[in-house]
């Protein structure tokens, strides 16, 4: 440095830097490194920034006077600066000879000032509104500008003249400039043209937030004041941001995820390839004895041993590659957070020593607080955005996966189906999407904790030299005794899911059949079933919490006995080693730090061992085998058939025996076809097979144009009458009247409180079947297919109504006269008016023909007429026995209008036929006289008062009430409920433990104190004994009291509070009134059972263990340093005030938000429910890219709530 900056400027001066009360740095460092580090930084960065920028182009901002003021003073500073560097040359031309360090330091300076104007234009083109890089820039020039400003006036004041006037005088611009441009960099320009910001209706502030509002979470504040004044509601949420929308996460991970699969499959193929070098024989064609060749038996064996070791796709990979990369960015925040923890222990070493030094500058003390103040501000900021970016991961995870699961449940086979209920599918969403949600939140810890372990050790090396090997020994010890307890732990955690899942598919089986359940009153056996699942659960709970309060005990110790050891192993060894203050809270505040990642590490562990849980059955759900898209060939235009079945054979599973075999049908197109057979023949699989739901073993099938498809369980949204019709079609006014009138609908609406726009339950549950069932004819009549798949709709249905359906809907002279309609029906009065017959026997093709043709061949259809024509007339009989008993009075022009069609008909069965005349002037419901009579009688009064019925508010339209919210603060009643259920005295008894144990682990801090002011008196040898006992007395009673506690609250009390809530939950569900089940989702309540129970069972215990672990520390130290040192409490008596505003402040909106995210989270598993209930209508109609739409909105509007949530935690 002196050939820079000459002789005469020495570049580092200890006297006059360190050894003085004013303390200077030397003109020579001042000019050099000062000058040279915002350079520097600037250089280093902009290759990676310009980079980056030429990648993320987000549009182009205008010119603004901001813009303007940035660029000129940038050209200023680059001018100032290089007017230095022509003053120097100057005064060479003078012959006043300066050192080089006059030339290179402007020159340096004047190019990053025009390299800072470029980016400043450059981002401006690019769409950058706030520059980190820029402001981090002018930050440290400023920062290093204020040494020399400092100086200069020192310089100033103690000689009577400036000496350098010009450079004196530029130096003051240049820090003037500089500031300005710190100032200006603190705001935001605006945001760029054709942006989507500024469509959105209420967008993120996040997306327009300045660096130093993103650094701070200050664009955060706005919904906190909001939430702090009134609670919040779902409308004052902010948008989702786009890069975590659904639209962005799902497809990313579903793109990983395939590409396992791929990989997967050819690494199979490739594993075939090397087993079988020959194909093995055809079993078909394969002759027994052969000698050379494999037996059936012998190829089975090879093809079970290639499944068992077949490659399986892995979804971590998956997961992994779509997510890490972000991850990343938060574990490198972490390894930063990491390092300055270790700052704070060596400024506290060198803090203890200034203060027993003699004749130092007083400026070294307040340097050092200051230092330690802004490491822990700094820390505190890095560790923020690390939680940050591991929050968003984990919320990016949840969303991906629940996407994931919903597309797949869209297309997995009917075997799979078997194997994945819909209890299981949504606990997969709900509890096994959360435990990857919690394991990204510490998931860096499974690195940094042994790097903050190494860490500490080598400072505590440092201190307390070879003695720190005791302590290792401890940590080493308890590495084994872990490792069993976290293997053990999975087993159960295993267990418990199975419970887990058996119950909630018991539940839903419950709430899906809660009216049969009613009416049988079975509620108390079937809740004796979920109680003994519930029991077995617990149990397995139980065992968990016992290996749970084990490993607790071990790691909450281990810093302690880590400690003891050292310092006992210290102080014996040898007698020269003395415990002074010193080397004992420098150890001390080492082993604080050390306590961190050593309770974390079991939790973490905890953690991924649930996680790989929730991996292996998330990954075994996506790896079923799916439907093949291609089984139905729908793009068949050569053939005048829309229908067409060549040779088909089909299965429901792979391993099933087939269940339709050589099927040959081709329906001709515009043509009425009835499909005819006994129970169980095959007729619904056959329309199964043409809707591509079954597997396909043999033949071609094709469908000519769409499919309209009405199942035999009609499938009802809970949405209104008239969504259900349109089912995402536009609104045709006379399109929709007239689909009403042929579905006999019309009546109907009059019956109903809101008309057409009255909310229909989950399931239909306030929908007769057959309402039902013309509210599924009408969805298929209003999409205008071309080919109709009618799965016996007649049946369900009165029989006068059945007659109106076929003559104005699917008959001949119906409204879809012309269309290709497939009819599978039992009513035989129907068949002389359809186009051709198909007869299903055994799964096969018996007959095909017309009515007539068919009557007269004397075969399986001449039986199924003379069985289906006796049971008719039985039936019929019975009701009119029931008719003539109740002498209920029918309209006399109920079927006036009617010709009845057997006159037409060929004889079937006189006596039957004679009947049927006998019975053409009833028109009534064979099952339900009354009620149809009592309807008709209610329709007409109806009609009377309907002015009346408009009026009546628009609320008895909405049948499913929206979830309600609590708002404000938890009522104290809450707490006190799960005070009761845990037991009020063994509550205070648990509180009681806690203070205890907190008081131990205070008193053992206050021994060593104690202890290490033996070092001043010179009496360390004399008490060693006792002072190492005491010391290990205290650290045991903690470790005993937190194992009592642990079991004591986890394994008995909070295990108990989870029972009681469960027993009063369910029961409270069962004995609801059926009205109740009407307006509830049962996805509402499914979420009560699986992710709020969950919650109860698991989470609850670790929070009220967290907070009264912190509430009794801080209580304890707070009154040790009020009896220590009274001064104190006039410091603590505002902060405590401080932190109180805060605390309220901040909890208002923090708790609403938790409301709102679990009230929006029901919808998602509702909706997934009520999906998986219809699957195949949806395929049938191809709406599966509009319900995973809907799907996503739900899931983004949950996430709308968690991510102000997780912000509100920084």
Known sequence: MERLCGPERPFWVANQ????ERPDLPECFQLSVLSWLPCIYLWAVCPIYLFYLKKNNRGYIMMSIMNRFKTVFGLLLWIV????????????RQGYSQPPIYFVTPLVLGMTMLLATFLIQFERLRGVQSSGVLFIFWFLSVLCAIVPFRSKILQASSQSEVTDKLRFTTFYFYFGLVVCELILCCFNEKPPLFSNVVTDPNPCPETTAGFLSTLTFWWFTSMAIKGYKMPLEAKDLWSLNQRDSSKVMVPKLMKEWEKEQCKAKSEQNLSSQAVYSKPPPSTTNHVGGGGGESSPEEVEVLLSNQKAAQHQPSFLRALIKAFGPYFLIGSAYKVLQDIITFVNPQLLRLLISFTKQKDVPDWWGYSLAFLMFFTAVLQTLILHHHFQYCFVTGMNVRTAIIGAIYRKSLVITNAAKRSSTVGEVVNLMSVDAQRFMDLTTFLNMLWSAPLQIVLALYFLWQNLGPSVLAGVAVMVMLIPFNSVIAMKTRAYQVEQMQYKDSRIKLMNEILNGIKV???YAWENSFKEKVLAIRQKELNVLRKTAYLGALATMAWTSAPF????????????????????????????????????????????????VQASVSLKRIQGFLSHDELDPNSVDRKNTATDYSVTVINGKFTWAKEDPPVLHNINVMVPQGSLLAVVGHVGCGKSSLISALLGEVEKLEGEVSVKGSVAYVPQQAWIQNATLRDNILFGRPFNEQKYRCVLDACALTPDLDVLPGGDMTEIGEKGINLS?????????ARALYSDADVYLLDDPLSAVD???????????????GVLKGKTRILVTHGISFLPQVDNILVMVEGRVSEMGSYQELLSQNGAFSEFLRNYALEDIMEEDESTDELIENEELFPDDALSNHTDMVDNEPAVNEAKRNFMRQLSVISADGEKPRSRSVRRHGCSQRKHSEPQEKQKSHETEKLIQAETTETGRVKAKVYLEYAKAVGPLLSVFICFLYACQSAAAIGANIWLSQWTNDASKNQTQENVHMRVGVYAALGIAQGVLLLVNCLLCRAYSMLRAAKLMHRNMLQGVLRAPQAFFESTPSGRLLNRFSKDMDAIDSHIPDNIDIWMR????????LLICSALTPMFLIVIAPLMVFYWWVQRFYVATSRQLKRLESVSRSPIYSHFSETVTGTSVIRAYGRQSAFVLMSDMKVDDNQKSYYPGIVSNR
């Open 17 to 20: 830097t360190l050894h003085t």
């Open 81 to 92: 600066c290089w007017i230095d560097l022509f003053y120097t040359f100057h005064e060479l």
């Open 517 to 519: 359940l009613k009416l």
């Open 561 to 608: 006995l880590v400690a003891l050891t050292t310092f006992a192993v210290y102080v014996t060894v040898d007698e020269n080693n003395i415990l002074d203050a010193e080397k004992a809270f420098v150890s001390l505040s080492l082993f604080n730090i050390l306590r961190f990642p050593l309770s974390m590490l079991p939790q973490v562990i905890s953690n991924i």
């Open 769 to 777: 079947g057959g309402q039902r069932q013309r509210v599924s004819l």
């Open 799 to 813: 029989s006068h109504v059945a007659k109106h359906i076929f003559d104005n809907l699917i008959g001949p002279e």
């Open 1110 to 1117: 912190t509430f009794w520390y801080t209580l304890n130290v």
